[in-house]
C-alpha cells in the first residue's frame, strides 16, 4: 500500500490530482474492450495532455518496475490497450490537436487523440481528405488505426503506407522523431521543424532502421506514439459508386484484376451479403430481410475527379469500367435494389467514420471479432472455403459470417478479413465464437493465409511459426525496454 500510495502522489505532481484515476469502478471501464480478452484491471490510469506528461510518466514507470500501457481509442477492437499484469495505462484521448496541415505536400500533422470525424472536419476547409479504412468507430484514433495497420479504402500505391514522421516517447523515456522530423535543431515542437528548420517531413526514411515499418503493429510495446504526420489527398469534386454483383468469389477474380489494372476508381472493396446488409440496413431487424435480396458478394468501387477536367476523367473512368464488364460479363448499376439510392448512401459513408447509431459490426448480434489476412485475391476462395467448413463443424451459421475484401497496392495483394458476430453479454456465445475464431486462424494459417496483424491470442499462434523473425523482435524489445515495462505480454513478448 505504501508503494502504490507513492507512485499515486508521483503521477498526481505529474498530471495532476484530478487526471489520476484509482478508483475500481473507473478502472473496470479501462479492463475491456471490444476483443475476445478477458478483462484485467490496471492499477492507475494517467490522464496526459502533453509529450512531457508522457516522458515522465514512462521515467516513473522504469524507475518503480511498473508496466506502462498506452491507450488512445475510445474504443479497442484487438485488446491492445488491456494491461496483462497490471501497471499504469497512459490515457492519451486528451492530446486531440490537429496540429498542422500542410497543402502543398499534403499531409496532416495530428496528436493520438484525434479521431476521423475530428480530422475530416478539420481538413474540409483546406479542399482535403483522410485517407480512411472503411467506416472507422466514431471514437477511433486516427494515429491508433494507422499504427494497427488498418487496410484503407483505395487501392492506389503511394496511399497503401501513409506515415511520414513521427514522434515517440520510448519504453526507456528516451524521446525520438523519426524520417525528416529528427533535424539537428533542440527545442523545436514537431509543427514548428518544417519552418524553422527547412524540413517538409516528407522523407519517412531514418535515422537508422525503418522505424516506421517496426512500429506498426507492435501495439505500443516499442514506444508511445505523441505525435505522426501522414499524407492526406484531396476532397474530390465528383464522385459516382458503382455496384457490380457476383455469384461466387471465383467470378469476381479476373473483372476485379482487369479494373485494377487500369486503376480506375479511388475507393475499391468486396464485401459479401452479410456486411453489406450490416451496413445499409436500417436497423438491427432488417438485417437478416436484407440479406435475402443482396448478392452474395459484391464489388464496390467509386469513380471519382478532382479540381482538373473531372468531367473527363469521370467519362474515361466509366468507359474502362463499362468496357471491363461486358468483357467479363459483368451487371454494372449504380443501383442496388431493393436499398433505395445506395449509391448515394454509399458516397456519403465513404469519407466519414459510422455516424448512424450502433457501430455496423456490432449491429447483428451486439459484437464482432475478426481474422485479418493477407492473400493474392486468386488465392481467396480456398480460404474462404477453409472458413466454411469450421464454421460447419463449430455450427455457426457461414451466412451470419462477414467478409471484407480490400486491394492494396493495386491489387498485388488483398487484405482479407472474416467478421465474426458475437452477442459479447451471452458467456456460452462468447467460449463458442472464440473456440471458431481459435479453429478458423489455425486452419487458415495451414492454408496459406498471413495473418499480418497477429494480436491477442493470435500472436502466439503467428510468431510460434516465424522462427528467427520473433528472436530478433525479442532483442530490439531487449534493447529499448531493458525493465520491461512497456505494454509488456502483448506479442508474446
Given amino acids: 500500500m505504501a508503494v502504490f500510495e507513492s507512485i499515486t502522489k508521483e503521477l498526481e505532481t505529474i498530471v495532476g490530482k484530478k487526471h489520476v484515476v484509482t478508483d475500481e469502478a473507473t478502472l473496470a471501464g479501462y479492463a475491456k474492450d471490444e476483443s475476445w480478452l478477458n478483462p484485467r484491471m490496471p492499477d492507475w490510469v494517467a490522464k496526459v495532455k502533453s509529450t512531457d506528461e508522457i516522458q515522465h510518466v514512462v521515467q516513473l514507470a522504469n524507475n518503480h518496475k511498473v508496466p506502462v500501457i498506452p491507450r488512445s481509442s475510445g474504443v479497442g477492437f484487438h485488446g491492445s490497450g488491456i494491461p496483462e499484469q497490471g501497471g499504469i495505462i497512459i490515457d492519451l484521448k486528451g492530446m486531440n490537436r490537429v496540429l498542422r496541415i500542410d497543402t502543398r505536400n499534403k499531409w496532416a500533422m495530428v496528436e493520438p487523440g484525434v479521431t476521423y470525424g475530428q480530422l475530416q472536419k478539420e481538413l474540409k476547409p483546406h479542399g482535403f481528405r483522410a485517407v480512411t479504412p472503411l467506416l472507422p468507430h466514431p471514437e477511433k484514433s486516427v494515429i491508433t488505426s494507422i499504427l494497427e495497420k488498418a487496410p484503407h479504402l483505395t487501392s492506389k500505391m503511394h496511399l497503401d503506407e ?35 528548420a527547412h524540413s517538409d517531413l516528407c522523407n519517412s526514411l531514418g535515422p537508422g532502421i525503418d522505424w516506421w515499418r517496426l512500429l506498426t503493429g507492435s501495439e505500443g510495446t516499442l514506444g508511445i506514439v505523441t505525435v505522426m504526420n501522414f499524407k492526406i489527398t484531396h476532397l474530390p469534386t465528383q464522385q459516382k459508386v458503382y455496384f457490380i454483383p457476383f455469384k461466387t468469389i ?33 436497423g438491427r431487424e432488417d438485417i437478416t430481410t436484407l440479406k435475402a435480396y443482396l448478392p452474395p458478394f459484391c464489388l464496390i468501387i467509386c469513380v471519382d475527379a478532382g479540381e ?21 460479363s459483368c451487371e454494372l448499376s449504380t443501383a442496388l435494389p431493393p436499398i433505395a439510392e445506395a449509391d448515394k448512401k454509399m458516397v456519403e459513408m465513404l469519407s466519414h467514420p459510422w455516424s448512424d447509431g450502433e457501430y455496423w459490426k456490432f449491429r447483428y448480434r451486439g459484437g464482432c471479432w475478426d481474422i485479418p489476412l493477407l492473400t493474392p485475391l486468386d488465392h481467396a476462395p480456398q480460404l474462404i472455403k477453409i472458413m466454411r467448413e469450421v464454421a460447419a463443424e463449430r455450427e455457426y451459421p457461414f451466412e451470419d459470417i462477414g467478409i471484407y475484401l480490400q486491394p492494396k497496392q493495386r491489387g498485388r495483394v ?61 532483442k530490439i524489445k531487449e534493447i529499448l525496454d531493458p525493465n520491461r515495462v512497456m505494454n509488456p505480454g502483448k506479442l508474446a513478448l
Fill in 162 to 196: 501513409i506515415i511520414l514522421t513521427m514522434q515517440l516517447i520510448f519504453p526507456n523515456g528516451d524521446r525520438f522523431r523519426t524520417g525528416s522530423l529528427a533535424v539537428p535543431v533542440p527545442d523545436l515542437k514537431p509543427e514548428e521543424v518544417p519552418d524553422k
Fill in 414 to 474: 488483398y487484405h482479407l478479413e472474416f467478421n465474426l458476430p458475437v452477442d459479447k453479454n451471452n458467456a456460452q456465445a462468447r467460449e463458442e465464437v472464440k473456440a471458431l475464431l481459435s479453429s478458423a486462424a489455425k486452419r487458415l494459417l495451414t492454408g496459406g493465409g498471413f495473418i499480418y496483424r497477429p494480436y491477442g491470442s493470435l500472436a502466439e499462434m503467428v510468431f510460434s511459426r516465424t522462427g528467427n523473425l520473433h528472436l530478433a523482435i525479442k
Fill in 308 to 328: 482538373w477536367y473531372p468531367d473527363e476523367k469521370v467519362a474515361y473512368q466509366e468507359q474502362a469500367l463499362r468496357s471491363i464488364c461486358y468483357q467479363c
Fill in 250 to 282: 471465383e467470378e469476381l477474380i479476373e473483372p476485379t484484376y482487369r479494373i485494377l489494372r487500369k486503376e480506375i476508381g479511388n475507393e475499391c472493396f468486396i464485401l459479401n451479403r452479410h456486411n453489406l446488409a450490416s451496413i445499409l440496413a436500417e
